[in-house]
């Protein structure tokens, strides 16, 4: 079945590190997006790629990093600049021209 | 950038009553979604809706574009119907960016 897939589930960072939060995609999807949510809010949007090698800042992108080198992946880093890491990430992708969402299971990140 | 807003914001309801979600948005938009977030947190596209009134089972949907709101139907909830409801809507910045609406946290009680 086609679908998303976040990796790992849960991760523990200490601070100071960099760690990179997995997303990967067989939909053949072109756009991929990572959204940040803290608890009981909403969604706000880090960064988003239309095609491969070629990414946008979202509106909360200052202490992440992305990379595109491949249509199915994803990956985002959340670098020690990010004062609050603290959060649920989550992946989505979306057909060139759509605007109609899939996302993945999401990643919570919990910083010790 | 669009303002969304969702209302009501909290809403605890009794297994097999009805209720109504409403998402009102600042600006025109030519599609709307509806999603649902389980406990789990993983999001689900319930709707693609633009204008008009689509239904899958208990739930259906309407958007009135011109009047700027969409409402969400849920009907004989169950306590899967538990979680989060978002509405989403283009964001004027365009490439597919979508803006989400503040949520209306769901409790389906036995």
């Known amino acids: 079945d086609g679908g998303i897939t976040q990796s790992p589930k849960y991760l523990f960072r200490k601070e100071g590190q960099n760690v990179t939060l997995s997303c990967e995609q067989n939909?053949?999807?072109?756009?991929m997006y990572w959204y940040r949510q803290d608890p009981g809010q909403g969604l706000r949007l880090i960064y988003y790629s239309q095609i491969v090698n070629d990414f946008q800042k979202g509106d909360i992108a200052e202490g992440y990093s992305v990379s595109r080198e491949k249509k199915e992946s994803f990956p985002l880093t959340v670098t020690s600049a990010q004062k609050n890491p603290t959060a649920f990430y989550l992946c989505?992708?979306?057909?060139?021209?759509?605007?109609?969402?899939?996302f993945g299971s999401g990643t919570r990140l919990t910083v010790v | 950038g669009i303002q969304v807003e969702q209302s009501p914001p909290d809403l605890i309801l009794q297994e097999g009553a009805n209720s109504t979600l409403r998402c009102n948005f600042s600006?025109?938009?030519?599609?709307l979604q509806w999603f649902h977030q389980n406990p789990w947190g993983q999001l689900i596209n319930l709707f693609y809706?633009?204008?008009g009134t689509k239904q899958n089972g208990r739930l259906s949907a309407t958007t009135v574009a011109t009047e700027r709101y969409s409402l969400l139907y849920i009907s004989s909830s169950q306590t899967t119907d538990s979680g989060v409801y978002f509405c989403a809507v283009p964001n004027s910045g365009g490439y597919q960016k979508v803006t989400f609406g503040t949520g209306t946290k769901l409790q389906v009680i036995p």
């Open positions: 600006d025109s938009v030519n599609n």
């Open positions: 809706i633009p204008s």
């Open positions: 989505a992708s979306s057909m060139a021209g759509s605007y109609g969402y899939t």
């Open positions: 939909l053949n999807h072109d756009a």
